[in-house]
């Protein structure tokens, strides 16, 4: 804007002449100003109600549907036992609910370690150690869908070892007050249950020495395992055969007294020999003996059934069916002995091998020897045996085991902690005095030692069946990432899959593989995920050497423990807590969960605690949400209908118009504020619009419907407007409820509402979803989008926001006029102080001359 001097000549207030001869530009300028902030102002007020408006017709939309009215309520009979809360779904009724196991989270707390540890300690300080490249330290942690091997390096800190048992898909901390660890499952139920196992037995050492060997583990290895896979001695008598074979050759054994005696195969002379003698000693031992076969009932539930496998001291091999002959199998191999004579057993004696000196001078040493030897050994070295052999073997012993640690006691002191011996020398009197400790120490020798493995016939076995069927899943992986851009690289690929899947099915079809397969998913494998149960990509994933060294030691283990060869040290264990399930028994069909929340067909049971009998759950419709909904949805209608009846009969603001930044300069702020109020109020005073939407809403409120033949209407439950007369000012057309409480026009009449949902629900909500759908239809049709309005719009938006553009167009235009008009005059008036200027100036001059 350009800077004017004026005046300056003439002494004339050009601004103010300027504005006045201007005046009647600006006045017509500041109209449409003024007009335009109004209209702005109406759009305000419409958006703010629209919005109301939608809001009420999405509610009314939902009011319309069976669904909003499927409320439900339950009471339990023992609210200790269990909550349960029902929606829509739910059947109204008393039901039978038994909580026969609560969810558990799998957890281990470790034992406690010596009082000094701390996140930096390292593992080599409580005694955990590599002895040589083929015997690691190491364990495995498998969760669900997880298995993880975890190598201990002596010089792995406390913190860093916790941190890999996190990535290895577990909650772990050491705390060190408490000198545990603790270890827990990241999700609750079966499904969330680990396992922390030895892959060897510098791992069994290492899960010792951190605590972390679990009672659970234990038993594992002690039950499941051995009685699973070990080979056993099963002998028909003295003067009759012995066999060494586990539970599957046992099958195969009495499978072949089947095949014998029903004619179905054919045996050389000894064969039938060997067979008549097994088939006298099953009937004198077994032929009368019960066995159980579990199948499915009708209801689903497991239905034992109980037979004998004889009668009269005698088996009918030729007839006798496969769960017999299979439960015959597993029977007499359970009963079957380990051989601890080391004759006949592949697994009872181990190699320790060690080496003394350096270079030219270095000898080495090996001792094969079974738990008993290993003893023997120890004897000869606390004798004084001076044999080079057995002095060697004194000297690595003192060097290598002389500090360890035998066992920890936990006193009302503290911990205390035995070992072997103290600076570098075992004590070998109290060694052999003590029977426990001598057998600990033989078993931590034979533990340390190795096998053969390359003429061992179970790794073979072991790692035979390994190679097979991972070479399977790696084929079939491998064919599933070829190419298939093109119809001939589809045909291949398809191929090459057909290829591999009968590759991996004739590796199962071996008996033997098929054993060792299920051995391994169940004891070290991981499910591909929570939805895909297989186990293609453990296998895939898996290195051959170490799945079968690791197979063959806790099968070795197993044996060993079952046969006495090795003892696991029965203190300081941790406690594990295994993952479970959530089971309950609903109107006796039984139903499990991973947490303790079960829903069944609507209804949700939070089971508290396990019950010793059935308790009640009853669910019935819920009269006081429905009353409730009923009241919120009135409540909603009202104060809508209140705000419009409120602004369609609003004061007059016919005398106030929006203010001009002069007119406000002579106003104070609250002046300001209640004028604008004025004029806001009004702004839908008698609106057309807003008069249609009332209209619309009320009559579709005063309808009548017709259910069965019957006609009903909101006063048919005691439901109405007060009136024009009895109402407050703008509420005439407000619903109230007889005998709502807070109410305090309607609380004394009499309350049919509340009654009628209860003696009859069904008719007051098919009356409820009918009269909200003739409403919901006549706000839907005032919410239709046209040339003038946007879709669930119920005022003309876009003939409004036309207008708007347009106030703006005549407004600059206006303003341009108002521009161009006070350029042209103060172009004038600067020309007139020019001349003005130049005749004073003149005058001047002229009266110096005269001498004035």
Do not use: C
């Amino acid at each position: 804007m350009p800077i004017r001097l004026s005046g300056l000549a003439s002494g004339l207030d050009t601004e103010a002449l300027v504005g006045a001869l201007v005046s009647a530009y600006s006045y017509k300028k500041d109209k449409y100003v003024k007009a335009q902030t109004k209209l702005s102002w109406k759009q305000d007020a419409w958006k703010t109600l629209n919005s109301k408006v939608y809001g009420f017709y999405t509610n009314v939309g939902a009011m319309r549907l069976s669904s909003n009215y499927q409320v439900k309520k339950t009471t339990v009979s023992d609210t200790t036992k269990a909550k349960a809360t029902a929606s829509g779904d739910a059947i109204n009724g008393t039901q039978t609910l038994e909580i026969k196991k609560l969810a558990k989270t799998a957890y281990i707390t470790g034992a406690k370690l010596d009082g000094s540890v701390s996140g930096s300690t390292t593992l080599a300080s409580l005694g955990v150690k590599n002895s040589n490249a083929m015997e690691k330290a190491s364990i495995s942690v498998r969760t669900g869908t997880k298995a993880t091997n975890i190598e201990l390096d002596s010089s792995m800190t406390i913190n860093q070892f916790v941190n890999k048992l996190a990535d290895a898909g577990v909650n772990a901390n050491f705390d060190e007050k408490n000198q545990r660890f603790y270890i827990s499952s990241k999700t609750s139920g079966a499904a969330g249950d680990f396992s922390i196992s030895a892959n060897s037995s510098q791992g069994l050492n290492a899960l010792m020495k951190l605590g972390l060997l679990s009672d659970r583990e234990v038993e594992d290895i002690s039950n499941t395992t051995g009685g699973n896979m070990a080979k056993k001695l099963f002998s028909t008598g003295e003067t009759g055969y012995d066999y060494l074979l586990d539970e599957s050759e046992m099958q195969t054994l009495l499978t072949d007294l089947k095949n014998y005696k029903n004619g179905t195969a054919t045996f050389d002379d000894d064969k039938k020999a060997q067979l008549d003698d097994l088939e006298a000693y099953l009937n004198t031992k077994y032929a009368n003996s019960e066995y159980t076969v579990t199948t499915k009932g009708d209801d689903g539930k497991d239905v034992v059934n109980t037979y004998t496998y004889g009668t009269d001291g005698a088996i009918d091999f030729s007839t006798i069916s496969d769960d017999a002959l299979n439960a015959l199998a597993s029977q007499a191999y359970k009963d079957a002995a380990y051989d601890t004579t080391g004759t006949k057993s592949t697994v009872i004696s181990r190699t320790l091998t060690f080496t003394t000196g350096e270079g030219s001078e270095a000898k080495t040493y090996s001792f094969v020897k079974n738990v008993d030897g290993f003893k023997d050994l120890i004897k000869s070295i606390q004798e004084g045996s001076e044999d080079e052999d057995i002095v060697a073997l004194k000297e690595y012993l003192n060097k290598t085991y002389a500090d360890e640690v035998y066992k920890t006691t936990s006193t009302n002191d503290g911990i205390t902690v035995e070992k072997y011996g103290t600076d570098g020398n075992i004590d070998w009197d109290a060694l052999v005095n003590d029977e426990d400790k001598l057998t600990a120490f033989a078993n931590r020798l034979y533990a340390d030692s190795t096998y053969d493995m390359s003429s061992d016939a179970t790794y073979q076995e072991i790692s035979k069946a390994v190679n097979a069927v991972r070479d399977g899943y790696v084929a079939i992986a491998s064919a599933k990432a070829l190419p298939q851009e093109t119809s001939e690289e589809i045909a291949i690929r398809a191929q090459a899959i057909a290829d591999a899947e009968a590759k991996l099915k004739e590796a199962l079809d071996d008996p033997t593989n098929k054993k060792w397969a299920d051995y391994i998913e169940q004891n070290f494998g991981a499910q591909n995920s929570e939805y895909d149960k297989s186990y293609s990509d453990f296998w895939i994933q898996s290195d051959n050497i170490d799945l079968a060294n690791s197979v063959f030691y806790r099968v070795d283990l197993a044996a060993n423990v079952a046969a006495g060869n090795i003892t696991i040290e029965n203190t300081d264990r941790a406690i594990k807590i295994d993952g479970q399930d959530a089971v309950i028994t609903l109107n006796g069909v039984e139903y499990s969960n991973g947490t303790n929340s079960i829903t069944v067909n609507g209804l949700t049971i939070e089971a508290l605690a396990e019950t010793t009998d059935a308790i009640s759950v009853n669910v019935s419709s819920d009269t006081d949400a429905l009353y409730d909904k009923v009241k919120d949805y009135l409540t909603t209608y009202n104060s809508l209908m209140n705000e419009m009846q409120k602004l369609y009969n609003a004061d007059s603001a016919k005398d106030y118009e929006p203010l001009t930044d002069d007119e406000k300069a002579e106003m104070s702020e609250s002046e300001i504020e209640k004028w604008e109020q004025k004029i806001k109020d009004s702004l839908l005073r008698r609106d057309g619009t807003l008069s249609s939407i009332i209209s619309a809403m009320t009559m579709s409120m005063m309808s009548t419907v017709e259910i069965n033949g019957k006609t009903y209407s909101w006063s048919t439950f005691g439901v109405h407007t007060l009136g024009s007369l009895n109402a407050e000012k703008n509420e005439g057309y407000a619903y109230h409820i007889d005998g709502d409480t807070e109410d305090s026009y309607t609380s004394g009449n009499k309350e049919k509402l509340r009654a009628a949902l209860a003696e009859e629900p069904e008719v007051v909500i098919e009356f409820l979803k009918k009269i909200t759908s003739n409403l919901y239809t006549a706000l839907d049709g005032k919410m239709k989008s046209s040339a003038i309005k946007s879709v669930y719009t119920v005022y003309n938006d876009k003939e409004m926001a036309s207008e708007y553009s347009d106030y703006s167009r005549t407004i600059k235009t206006w303003t341009d006029r108002v521009t161009d008009m006070e350029d042209a005059y103060y172009k004038k008036f600067a020309a007139m102080e020019k001349a003005l200027a130049t005749l004073q100036g003149n005058s001047s001059s002229i009266s110096s001359l005269l001498g004035g």
